[in-house]
């Protein structure tokens, strides 16, 4: 691997799922890159295909659902090609995931404690029980839960939301990878956790260069936590940049209309599904615009197909009128 080459590179991802209405292509012609110590903020829509993106590289599409066409670039090994075995090893020890709904993640019959060791072992990360149970201990410490030796014993349910959503990070960091998919990791959190898990998810990207990817509905966080963001919409990227270039100036008409339908600090409470009309049916696309139904600056052209393409030296944006959008 050269200096320059990606942690993570995806190309031309499409993952699709059969429905009784027919193929489904949850994402699309996704790409996209990811640098070790680098935070990529992930936003769009509910069903934009954030997840099923990130899982797809995760390897964890359940059949009938599979990666259609694309490659998984991990430190330049094409993950889509390896065997299901090399994979699976790879999977937890280069990367993992910290799952919204932590209660049923972990395993309610085994105790926190059981949980971290194993995957410490299930890595070959310590010689012994002993030495893994030691190694589960300072990780609970590192996550910021205290006593940890003796929280180590307890089981999920005799933890709090937070506890067992940094449990879950500890779990996830035990098999040491070098990157976190973290979905929506902070919903239905207090503020001042999220704040705390969010903290420490950036903590260790900066310490141990970790690479981060923050699905997320919060704009907010992503402009405080990540140095880029990557806008999807009905399963492709629409635009991708740095975080606080794209929210001063969007490039393309649905993160405008994104920005546009942000909670604002008067009336937090408001939805953000404020943008007219509705998602295409992911089942009935054509190769134009998918944003074309309700974009205001949809233009005849815009049904013939539009690539993600280049502005400047950091910028994409998947509109043929994205000079235009203010
Ligand atoms: N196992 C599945 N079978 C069929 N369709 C699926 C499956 N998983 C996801 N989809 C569909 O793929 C599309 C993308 O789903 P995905 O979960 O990636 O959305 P998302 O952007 O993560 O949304 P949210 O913000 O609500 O989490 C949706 O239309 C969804 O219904
Ligand atoms: S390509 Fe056309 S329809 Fe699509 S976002 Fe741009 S202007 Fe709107
Ligand atoms: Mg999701």
Redesign the pocket.
Known sequence: MTVAEPLLAVRGLR?V???RRGL????DGVDLQLAAGEALG?V????????????SVLGL??P??RIEAGEILFEGRNLIRLPAAARRALRGRAMALAM?DSLSALNPALTIGTQIVETILAHGLARSRAAARDRAVELLHRVGIPSSDRRLNDYPHQFSGGMRQRAMIAIALAAEPKLLVA??PTTALDVTIRAQVLDLIDRLRRERGLAVAL?T?DLGVVAERCDRVMV?YA?QVVEEGPTAEVIASPRHPYTRSLLASLPSLEDPDRPIDAIPGQ?PD?TRVDAGCRFRNRCPLAVELCMQPVELRALGANRLSRCIRAEEVA
């Open positions: 993952t799922f059969p429905t489904l292509a949850a994402c992930v769009g829509e509910s069903g934009s295909g954030k997840s099923v993106t990130f899982l599409i359940r009938p659902g919204q979905d929506e699905i509905h999807m399963g998602v992911l």
